[in-house]
């Protein structure tokens, strides 16, 4: 497994592996309903959420196919856990990857997930040399679709019909993003690792 040297430092943002002691942060957004709508869990009690905290606590590398690594997002200033990030290896074979973030609704609509899932594209496309990373959301959800959008990936497929969610039939957006297309100019975003950080990125 290749050392991943935490924490990462975005211009606004501190991203590392979580901590037991981050459960009641977590538990601000993840017990809240707006968060869990497209979610495939319910809004979460505190045992749910330290249950889930815990798990996350040992998702800090990608070894095999199915690993995922979960980052608590922090504002340095107050120290607060404000969200997460996480990339799944789908394959270590084929090098591919999944991203997926989920932000307390306070501080959604400044940037940050956009911010914070650059930093992961870097992490998945220039350290860990992932060849193609996809988002996949639910297509009513407007606000994850714009994100990837943001990141500057490409929207691949609508799949329809895929399961029985929370009491209907969804849809699915899938977008995904090449290494070469990180790679290019525009697709640059913004993070303090990278020597350009801010010069191509709309975040
Ligand atoms: C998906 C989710 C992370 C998107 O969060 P977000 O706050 O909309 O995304 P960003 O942090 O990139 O912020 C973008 C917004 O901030 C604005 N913004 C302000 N300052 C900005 C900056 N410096 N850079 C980029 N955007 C900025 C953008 O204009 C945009 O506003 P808009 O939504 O009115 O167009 C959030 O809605 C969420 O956590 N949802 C619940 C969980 C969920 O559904 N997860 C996804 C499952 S697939």
Redesign the pocket.
Known sequence: MLRIDFPIATTRLTLRPFRPEDAEDVGDYQGRPD?A???RWEPRGAEDVRVAVEQMTRETGLVSDGDCLSLAVVEPGTGKVV?QVELVLLSAEHRQGEL????HPAH???????EAASAVLRLGFEELGLHRVIG???AD?T??A??LE?LGMRREARLIGTEFFKGAWRDDLVYAMLQREWQAPAARRDTAHAPEAGTGA??
Request: aromatic share 14%; charged share 20%.
């Open positions: 968060v709508r497209f979610m969200g997926g973030y989920v932000f959604q609509g400044k940037g940050f997930a956009t996949r959301c639910h959800n606000a994850s714009g994100l943001r709309r975040a």
